[in-house]
């Protein structure tokens, strides 16, 4: 995207010169479904962004217009809507609530929305927005709140107001993420730190064109197995206030009394946190057949026991196998479709994508699209 085109629709709506906000999409490498178990997790953003251009205005109003969606909302920022409206400004007023709620008094506002990162194939195009947006309300209103505040207040906005019960994972990376890196998130504490993607290594992103809506049901229901999990097994042991705080041991010992889709569900975070972990260090020790492995059994985990991979998603990701330079790929994000990461020898990256892509369409009658990226920038404001 160029920052001028969006600088000159903007002055075109508005007739005024914006500041302009960008916050990237993201791949998750692995950690999947563990964010809202306060368990591991290791995205990197990736080059798909969304911009927000904004100026203040002197009235009281909230102007949110896109560059891609004909509608253009307006709303009285002393009235915003209470819920969701159904519609994509609920991603911005959802943030502008949020901020009102926390205190921040918002000014009037002309908001224009640019993105390029592909909607509903699980790279985070709602955090995204979400993350640009609020850098840029954050911007007019002039108040100082640190990035890791700006991501929980997002998710909040996600969780309250859009009302899917995401984990902190998109909105921290969207915010966080550096370049060239994978950042390894301790979804309790936040603490995090940056695992280095060897610069052979291609991320190429394939989309199955099946898109999901975590607002809708089974993300939700997930979540809920996972509080049964957690009742469970604190009956056993007080300390575990989520399935972070449960050990394969404990698994082991206890698991067997619990209902069969429950026992699936907690075996798949407790492992897929040790997966995790285990990725981030031997990806920093090259160990390539390991991270393989690893990437091949946490897709098996979310297929056959958190059961939210889906047979495109399956037939994506089998089509990586044995291909040339393919280290280790799985699905990404929350899944029933969306995409699946693969991490590829840079030199084979163009042909491994070309062979996916054919392999995939000639199995599903589906045109796929791939995407070579690398790990870039967080959020931020572009010149
Ligand atoms: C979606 C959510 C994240 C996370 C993933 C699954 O992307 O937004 O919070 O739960 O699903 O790992």
Known sequence: MHSH????????????????????????????????????????????ST???????????????????????KFDLDRLPESRTRRWCDYVLGVARVLQQRGYSLPGANLLVHGDVPIGAGLSSSAAIEVASALAMISVGKFEIALPEVAKLCRQAENEF????????????????KKGQALLLDCRSLDFQFVPIPSAIRLVVCNTMVKHDLATGAYNTRREECEQGVRYFASKNPEVRALRDVSVEMLERYADDLPAVIRK???H????NQRTIA???????????????????SHRSLRDLYEVSCRELDVMVDAAEGLP??????????????????????SDADEFAAKVAEFYR???GITPQTYLCSAGEGAGEVS
């Open 5 to 48: 085109e969006l600088v000159q629709h903007f002055e075109r709506s508005f007739g005024q010169s914006p500041r302009i906000f960008r916050a990237p999409g993201r791949v998750n490498l692995i950690g999947e479904h563990t964010d809202y178990n306060d368990g591991f997790v290791m995205p990197a953003a990736v080059g798909f």
């Open 51 to 73: 911009y927000v251009a904004i100026t203040e205005r002197p009235d009281r109003k909230l102007l949110i217009h896109s560059k891609e969606f004909p509608e253009h909302f």
């Open 162 to 177: 859009v009302g899917a019960r995401v984990g902190i994972m998109d909105q921290f990376v969207a915010c966080m993420a």
């Open 265 to 267: 569900r907690c075996t």
């Open 269 to 272: 975070v407790v492992r897929e």
């Open 279 to 297: 990725l981030s260090q031997s990806l920093a020790a090259g160990d390539w057949s390991r991270v393989g492995q690893l990437m091949r059994d």
């Open 325 to 346: 330079g393919f280290v280790g790929g799985r699905m990404t994000g929350g899944g029933f479709g969306g995409c699946t990461i693969n991490l590829v020898r840079y």
């Open 362 to 364: 000639e199995a599903t």
